[in-house]
């Protein structure tokens, strides 16, 4: 499986800034997508982050809010913006469709764990 | 509106049980079926299935899809205590978009 790193590991902010997640893969992989795991629930996913376009979002999750980045196909990063306690969450970058792996596997960097006071 | 359901959301057992965890779903554009161990942060890949009765097998887990019953279980055989964790499953639908089931918290006591 492809090596993925996310920085920060975990992050404490205060209400109403922003935190930048970034997201690197050893390998080019062609998809690479952003979820959430809010206490206590299962992974939602966020977006799909395009590279050379715009990401595309799901349902409840705006630009506005979650800005993503993707200019290359190792790399990826997430804002979390105007940020308020409901934010605490995992968010967690997965890719898939890499060489040498089936086009539908997920897998998952180490997570970013965000607190918000 | 796509689903995924596992059951039971959590299972209690002793070292050396086997466990069958379960995994429904219902989404309007299937590709695959995945399923996943995360104990702190980081999902860990366990299997994919896209074909019906199919064994796939790790060691001391195996898993197996049902196409026209749309459901997977997951099984763990001779349990350990390295094995508690949440097992999650996820169904890829459309263009690899995931869907999550809750999760099964699973706990094994020594």
């Known amino acids: 499986s492809a090596v993925i790193s996310q920085k920060p590991s975990r992050d404490i902010c205060q209400r109403g800034t922003s935190l930048t997640i970034q997201c690197q893969v050893d390998s080019q992989v062609t998809m690479m997508f952003w979820y959430r795991q809010q206490p206590g629930q299962s992974l939602t996913l966020i977006a799909t982050?395009?590279?050379?376009?715009?990401?595309?979002?799901e349902s409840g999750f705006v630009i506005d809010k979650f800005p993503i980045s993707r200019p290359n196909l190792t790399f990826s990063t997430l804002t979390v913006s105007n940020l308020s306690p409901e934010d605490s969450s995992i968010y967690l970058c997965?890719?898939?469709?890499?060489?040498?792996?089936?086009?539908?596997?997920?897998?998952f960097g180490p997570g970013t764990r965000l607190t918000v006071l | 509106e796509d689903k995924v359901v596992q059951s039971p959301l959590s299972l209690v057992v002793h070292e050396g049980d086997t466990v069958t965890l379960n995994c429904s779903y219902e989404v309007t554009n299937f590709r695959s079926l995945l399923w996943y161990k995360q104990e702190k942060k980081a999902p860990t890949f366990l299997f994919m299935l896209?074909?019906?009765?199919i064994e796939k097998k790790s060691g001391r887990l195996s898993s197996i899809l049902d196409k026209k019953e749309l459901f997977s279980i997951l099984n763990i055989t001779a349990t350990q205590t390295g094995d508690s964790a949440v097992y999650l499953c996820?169904?890829?639908?459309?263009?690899?978009?995931?869907?999550f089931g809750q999760g099964t918290r699973l706990t094994i006591n020594p």
């Open positions: 996820a169904v890829v639908e459309g263009a690899q978009k995931l869907v």
């Open positions: 896209t074909s019906s009765g």
């Open positions: 997965s890719v898939g469709g890499g060489q040498g792996r089936g086009y539908n596997e997920q897998f």
């Open positions: 982050a395009n590279q050379g376009s715009e990401a595309t979002y």
